[in-house]
């Protein structure tokens, strides 16, 4: 326990006070965030001033900065410390370091070496992180139309649907039955933080939302059209647009990103979002007809490898981009997002296309 000065706040402004507190990059993300019968208790980092906190404090008008003891994060990293002295040492470097949870349910892919201990990579994955009640093992890579992998439990119980939350957005899912990888959280907020009011975002492959739900919950005037072609993807997305109350700003669509932009969102978009890093290339000439006559931005993800996947990529997209009509006026911003394998990433780029 971690005894910090933390922001008070009645349950009902809480969401709002996170994410503001996130915005302005306040709250300590290594302490938990607590919660009694009519309080919901914001860790602050260390030093924050009141000139900081002003405008969070005039918009919200009910906070109170209190004293309060918070529990530290658990991180995926302490199961090394856990196993340090129970797995051979040569085998310590081949520990998966990174593995997902999302919601209570955790997804670890366990190399050949270490079979013979899975049951103690488990039993230390769950020990750690008390909230998982499930451990699926990755059975094989993310594929077909749908992008879901085959997963194997190894331990725990209960199905594979479960909810997840991330800044302050709630996301019900069958992990089993649709693609989703919490190591985008970051991703989907700082694009939900580049849209402006007023703009209309073609959301290529929705998934459950995150995108869509994080950038409805963001602003006051937006339309976001989700689509999917993975029918469950969509029917999670419909329960979570209602979850998180956005039903006036987010539309969703079951079908192919190409055929529905084709048939009915022609030149609507001011923003593309084209997260579908396999095959993403292929969409480019869709995305182009969904950006409006005068223009707008696309977010191209996409897998790329080494020595320069920056680089490559963003040629790519602009070879793309031209062979469908456009142009790439300039480029935003481009990233490297994850490694998901050795020398290989999932990079973004953020165009501005005329």
């Not at 079979?115 to 699926?136: N, T, W």
């Not at 290339?281 to 995305?287: F, G, R, S, T």
Request: glycine content about 6%; proline content about 6%.
């Amino acid at each position: 326990m971690v005894r910090r000065v933390g922001a008070r706040v009645p349950k009902r402004l809480a969401e709002r006070a996170i994410r503001l507190l996130d915005e302005l990059e306040l709250r300590d993300i290594n302490l938990k965030i607590c919660r009694d019968n009519v309080h919901v208790y914001i860790p602050l980092r260390d030093g924050v001033s009141f000139e900081e906190l002003g405008s969070i404090m005039d918009e919200l008008g009910e906070v109170k900065l209190v004293p309060y003891e918070f529990p530290e994060v658990e991180r995926p990293g302490d199961i090394l410390d856990f196993l340090s002295d129970r797995l051979p040492p040569h085998l310590l470097a081949s520990l998966p370091r990174s593995f997902d949870i999302i919601g209570d349910v955790a997804v670890v892919e366990v190399p050949p070496e270490l079979e013979p201990y899975k049951s103690l990579i488990v039993e230390a994955i769950m020990r750690v992180h008390r909230r998982v009640r499930l451990v699926l093992a990755k059975a094989g890579a993310v594929s077909g139309v749908y992008r879901v992998r085959r997963l194997e439990p190894i331990a725990g119980s209960g199905g594979t649907e479960t909810v997840h939350r991330e800044y302050g957005c709630v996301y019900h899912l069958d992990v089993a039955k649709v693609y989703f990888s919490p190591r985008l959280a970051y991703e989907h907020r700082r694009v939900a933080g580049l849209v402006a009011e007023g703009e209309t975002v073609v959301d290529m492959f929705a998934g459950v939302g995150p995108f869509a739900i994080q950038i409805a919950k963001s602003h006051e005037a937006v339309k976001v059209y989700a689509i999917d072609i993975n029918p469950d993807a969509i029917h999670y997305l419909r329960i979570n647009v209602a979850e998180n109350k956005v039903e006036d700003k987010v539309v969703v669509i079951l079908g192919d990103a190409r055929d529905v932009i084709r048939e009915r969102l022609a030149g609507v978009a001011d923003r593309a979002i084209m997260n579908l890093p396999e095959k993403a290339l292929e969409y480019v000439d869709a995305a182009c007809t969904a950006i409006r006559p005068d223009g707008g931005i696309i977010h191209y993800y996409e897998f790329a490898e080494a020595p320069s996947p920056l680089v490559s990529a963003e040629k790519r997209l602009r070879r793309a981009v031209e062979e469908a009509g456009r142009r790439v006026v300039r480029v935003l911003a481009k990233r490297l997002v994850r490694e998901v394998a050795p020398y290989k990433w999932q990079v973004v780029v953020d165009a501005e296309i005329h």
